[in-house]
Each structure stands twice: as structure tokens, then as C-alpha cells.
């Protein structure tokens, strides 16, 4: 089946720290890849997403690689700030039956302390 | 724009009681999603509109749910005789059509916290 499993949290870091939250997948087709962010009290918002292998999604200094032979699609971030502090999902997306469903991963908490 | 919303925002039911939900996408946006959130787990896939036609529903769906959009503008998800165990956050999500390989984005919206007590 498909179904997308993360790095178990919370995670706690430091203000400038290095960040990685690792995702793998598992796919029966060619999947889309996307890290959703939520922060509190708030919806989940798309940070960044990639569509096909090497690919590599980046946005507000967070990026992740698609790398098909590790079925991986790992988080990082070189430099966090406490405005990082939210919940992360790793999802993936297939076109099933005419229907982008997204199936997404548990969810990491990351908590950053200045 | 201002996005997706949903209404309400809270909803406190007892159990047996039912409850309604709505959804109102993006208005340039054919396809709708609705899913379910537990506390601690990722949001989980429940039905699918493009435009008014329901196209999927996943089997968490169980009979006492039911999801219209009329005129292919907002959704509505409506739990008959509820249970605790539908105690969860249900979101909305909206998109474009986009290419065959699935990247286009989904927007969500804040979410209905349900609490059934």
C-alpha cells in the first residue's frame, strides 16, 4: 500500500541549530512528494514540494531532495529560528481513480528554544 | 482571496446528536477534499469532489457520514448519530486541476474541531 513514515518527535533544538526530520515512503506508483507545515492554532500550510526524482523542493531556507533509490524525502534546514516551531507532515500523492489523494505521515513536533 | 474556510470553527455535540459541517473553497477551485485528523496523526484522506461529482470515498466513510456539493461550490460533511470516536479535526482542502503527475498543491483550511461528548 502507500503510506509515508516519519521521524518520531518531538524534536528539540536550539536557536540556530541544524535541522533534519527524516521521511520514507512507500509508493505502488510515482508518487509527489510535499512537507506540509501547521503551525498553532492554525491550518496546514504546503512548505515545499517536489514531483519527480532528484528533485529538490526549498522554501523559506527548508529543503528536501526526492531520491527514488532510498525512498526518502528528508527536511532540513541549516539554520532554525524559534518561528520554526510547529508541527511538519511528510505526504506523498498519487492520482488514484481520477483523485490527488494525499496520504500523509504522523507528524514531527518541532520545538525551537532561543 | 482569502482562502479556504470552514464553519464552524468549534462544534460541541453529545453523543447521538448530528452535526454539520461547511466548506467554501477557493473560488477558482474545481476539486475539493475533505479529511480527518486525530490527535497525534497526520490528517487522513475521507472524500474527493471535482466540481459537484463525490468521486471517491475512502472506507472511513462509514454510512452515518454524508458530503454534498452542490452546484460545485462549498461542501458540506454531515455525521449522523454521532460517537465519540468521531471526535477529531476535520479539514477541508481545495485545489486546480493540475498535471497527471499530482504536483499541483492543496490549500487547506483552518479545520471544525468536533468534540462529542
Known amino acids: 500500500g502507500n503510506s509515508v513514515t516519519q521521524m518520531e518527535g518531538p524534536v528539540t533544538l536550539s536557536e540556530e541549530a541544524f535541522l533534519t526530520i527524516n521521511c520514507t515512503y512507500t509508493a505502488t506508483g510515482y508518487p509527489s512528494l510535499f512537507w506540509y507545515v501547521q503551525y498553532p492554532g492554525e491550518g496546514l500550510q504546503l512548505l515545499l514540494k517536489a514531483t519527480k526524482a532528484d528533485d529538490k523542493g526549498s522554501n523559506k531556507g527548508f529543503e528536501a531532495t526526492y531520491r527514488k533509490e532510498t525512498t526518502s524525502f528528508h527536511l532540513e534546514k541549516g539554520s532554525v529560528q524559534v518561528s520554526d516551531s510547529a508541527v511538519y507532515f511528510c505526504?506523498?500523492?498519487?492520482?488514484?481513480?481520477?483523485?490527488?489523494?494525499?496520504?500523509f505521515g504522523q507528524g514531527t513536533r518541532l520545538t525551537i528554544n532561543p | 482571496d482569502t482562502g479556504v474556510s470552514q464553519d464552524p470553527r468549534h462544534k460541541i455535540t453529545k453523543r447521538g446528536q448530528n452535526v454539520t459541517f461547511r466548506c467554501d473553497p477557493i473560488?477558482?477551485?474545481?476539486?475539493l477534499y475533505w479529511y480527518r485528523q486525530t490527535l497525534g496523526q497526520g490528517p487522513e484522506f475521507l472524500t474527493y469532489f471535482q466540481n459537484e461529482a463525490q468521486l471517491e470515498k475512502s472506507r472511513l466513510l462509514s454510512d452515518r457520514f454524508s458530503a454534498e456539493r452542490p452546484k460545485g461550490s462549498f461542501s458540506t460533511l454531515e455525521i449522523q448519530r454521532t460517537e465519540q470516536g468521531d471526535s477529531a479535526m476535520y479539514l477541508c482542502?481545495?485545489?486546480?486541476?493540475?498535471?497527471?503527475?499530482?504536483?499541483?498543491?492543496?490549500?487547506f483550511g483552518p479545520g471544525t474541531r468536533l468534540t462529542v461528548t
Open positions: 473560488s477558482e477551485h474545481n476539486r
Open positions: 505526504a506523498l500523492s498519487l492520482i488514484i481513480q481520477g483523485a490527488q489523494k494525499l496520504v
Open positions: 482542502a481545495s485545489s486546480t486541476r493540475g498535471t497527471r503527475f499530482g504536483g499541483y498543491e492543496q490549500y
